[in-house]
């Protein structure tokens, strides 16, 4: 059981195949709006606060993998000690046993020496291409990327080698590029497949987005995620930016969903993105003459843009509902989706938009017992 490879190496495959299946997370936004291919490679940059290790590590316990990589690059050691002791906890949701059976942890703290945390990622991949060539689906999740840049830049001072921007080295892009090619989906020599899928947080210093790492990071992605201060702000998590993120796996993805969950898939992302977008346009109109002075089309827009903002795209981690099937997640956007077309209806029947919109409020047990007696 004892295998040496340099972990600078890429472990050799006979051929790369183009990614078909999605790597389902749990993750409504993610899964339904910027899906993650299996072997493909997916980053979330965001500023301070705004949920990148609650986002890997809720990946971490819920993606539809065989063998979780973890690796704590720079990380605090009480986040890391923490995290230790509750994957011993809990259950893999589905296998039903221990999360830690199929979670290999790499831990790097931030008292630890800058060459470590260097080689940190490296163990990791090297470990997750171990298993792939075993026909496993593997996931590494890097947080943060940015730490192992501060590394690197670090020892090329030490080594006094010419800085490029921000006093990153000059080959940071290269080396960032070999190492994120190392994911995909591969027919191993014995004739297997399996995949290597990368989900790498990044950590802009001060939220700026055009620093180095994450364009280096830009141009291998195949799915960007970012996650924005200001939802964060409002206690909306995930905290993913629908309007700047992005995901490339959409069109070789579409037919997987329309065969194994529902065929109105793809309509129901579209109609979702267009309620969203028409509310950004109305909310400036609405700051000017108030939601009274807009038409009832629009208030019924606006209450639907709400919903899917706080019912749907919001998720709790520590509640049941931080793990959404496909399944759940379409019934939950269709019974949204369903309500805005009748009430659209309704509202051309001549029903008053305050009917349409009103709460029923639900009967208490006290009030119950009167009303029988």
Not at 151 to 176: D, F, H, K, N, Q
Request: charge should be negative.
């Amino acid at each position: 059981m004892n295998h040496e490879w340099s972990i600078r190496i890429p472990r050799p495959y006979r051929k790369k195949i183009s990614p078909r299946e999605p790597l389902i997370t749990g993750q409504r936004a993610i899964d339904f709006l910027f899906s993650i291919a299996k072997g493909g490679i997916a980053i979330f940059p965001g500023g301070f606060g705004t949920g990148k290790t609650i986002l890997e590590q809720s990946i971490a316990k819920f993606a539809d993998v065989d063998i979780v990589v973890y690796v704590g690059c720079g990380e605090r050691g009480n986040e890391m000690a923490e995290m230790i002791e509750e994957f011993e906890l809990l259950n893999d949701p589905w296998t039903q046993s221990r999360l830690m059976k199929r979670t290999i942890l790499v831990i790097n703290t931030s008292n630890m020496p800058v060459a470590a945390r260097e080689a940190s990622i490296y163990t990791a991949v090297t470990i997750a291409e171990y298993y792939r060539d075993m026909g496993y689906h593997v996931i590494l999740l890097a947080d943060s990327i940015s730490r192992w840049a501060e590394a690197l830049r670090e020892i090329s001072s030490s080594l006094e080698e010419m800085p490029g921007e921000e006093g990153y080295p000059t080959y940071l892009s290269s080396r960032l590029s070999g190492f994120i090619e190392r994911a995909g989906v591969v027919e191993t020599y014995s004739g297997t497949v399996g995949s290597l899928t990368m989900v790498l947080s990044v950590s802009p210093p001060g939220g700026d987005f055009t620093e180095p790492v994450t364009q280096s990071c830009l141009r291998t992605t195949g799915t960007f995620l970012m996650l924005d201060t200001s939802l964060a702000h409002k206690r909306h998590f995930p905290a993913i930016n629908w309007f700047q993120s992005y995901s490339l796996y959409a069109d070789e993805l579409s037919g997987h969903y329309k065969e194994h969950v529902a065929p109105e898939w793809e309509t129901a992302q579209v109609r979702c993105r267009e309620i969203l977008q028409k509310e950004e346009a109305l909310r400036e109109v609405v700051e000017i003459v108030g939601i009274e002075g807009i038409q009832d089309e629009d208030r019924l827009m606006l209450h639907t843009a709400e919903r899917l903002r706080t019912e749907f795209l919001s998720q709790n981690a520590y509640t049941e509902d931080a793990f959404s099937s496909l399944e759940q997640t379409f019934s939950a956007i269709k019974g949204i989706l369903d309500f805005y077309n009748n009430a659209e209806k309704q509202l051309k029947d001549g029903v008053p938009i305050s009917e349409i919109l009103v709460e029923k409020k639900p009967v208490h047990a006290k009030q119950k017992t009167s009303e029988g007696s």
